[in-house]
């Protein structure tokens, strides 16, 4: 094995549009020298990994030996270092066997489908988010809770969960202007309103296109359909993102 050589990859493209699933698992990365060490990936796409803390310079190629998270076989790689980040490094798969390759697509499929749903909570109150996170983790879901309306819309431009619950009293910019901004840029994220306010602020929500509005204080049974709704939602979105990607790809 050389110690530098420029990747025999797909269309860069392929890999932008293709599933990334952030997983933990571990990885055995073998250097051209024969060094060897463990190492722990934090997300895989089937075009390539991350992996935590590994110190390799960009164009370096190394020998990853892993299991995947679903099972199966184990897998020894090829890949090449692309990217040198503060936490570690992305390595691009080096001609990958088409085999291989619809492992690790179906596995990261697998994966993406089968996670927890991911509510964001904008709630300035930090008792009512604390009621609003316990609710979702009871029901199986991942929560995190951000204070404003501004600052979900600064995460947003970061990152997108797979909804958002919403409270509309926020201070500086209200529930609804953050509906309004969402709006305007054409997010496509389930938004659901949680709202002591009057009726007519959530018939506004709904016409900015909130999902569905529940009115505080919360009924535990109403809530829990809520999340399911949520659920089946999400479901059917990262279906069809996964029904393009294997669109894209079907020719590889």
């Not at 932008?16 to 722990?40: D, P, Q, Y």
């Not at 997300?43 to 370096?60: D, E, M, Q, V």
């Not at 029901?139 to 995460?155: D, K, Q, T, V, W």
């Not at 997108?160 to 926020?170: G, H």
């Amino acid at each position: 094995m050389t110690g530098t050589m420029t990747a025999d990859r797909r269309d860069p493209k392929d890999s932008r549009r293709s599933l990334r699933i952030e997983e933990h698992f571990l990885v055995r990365v073998v250097e051209a020298s024969g060094k060897s060490w463990a190492a722990e990936a934090v997300n895989l796409s089937p075009f390539g990994i991350k992996i935590r803390n590994a110190r390799i310079p960009p164009s370096t190629v190394v020998r990853l030996e892993f299991d995947l998270p679903t099972g199966g076989p184990p897998l020894t790689l090829s890949a090449v270092a692309v990217r040198k980040d503060p936490d570690g490094a992305a390595f691009g798969f080096v001609n990958l066997a088409r085999a291989d390759f619809h492992r690790i697509r179906n596995a990261v499929e697998s994966l993406f489908l089968c996670r927890k749903l991911w509510i964001m909570i904008v709630e300035d109150d930090p008792e009512a988010a604390a009621v609003l996170a316990d609710f979702a983790e009871e029901h199986g879901c991942a929560p995190f809770i951000i204070r404003s309306a501004e600052e979900a819309l600064a995460y947003l431009t970061q990152d997108q969960p797979d909804a958002i619950l919403l409270d509309l009293a926020l201070p500086g910019m209200s529930g609804l202007q953050f509906l309004e901004r969402l709006a305007e840029q054409r997010r496509r994220i389930p938004v659901v309103v949680i709202s002591g306010a009057a009726e007519a602020d959530g018939l506004a929500s709904l016409n900015l296109g909130a999902l569905d509005v529940v009115r505080k204080p919360l009924d535990p049974e109403q809530f829990h359909l809520t999340l399911d709704m949520l659920e089946l939602t999400s479901i059917n979105r990262r279906l069809e993102r996964v029904e393009r990607v294997v669109g894209d790809t079907a020719q590889l």
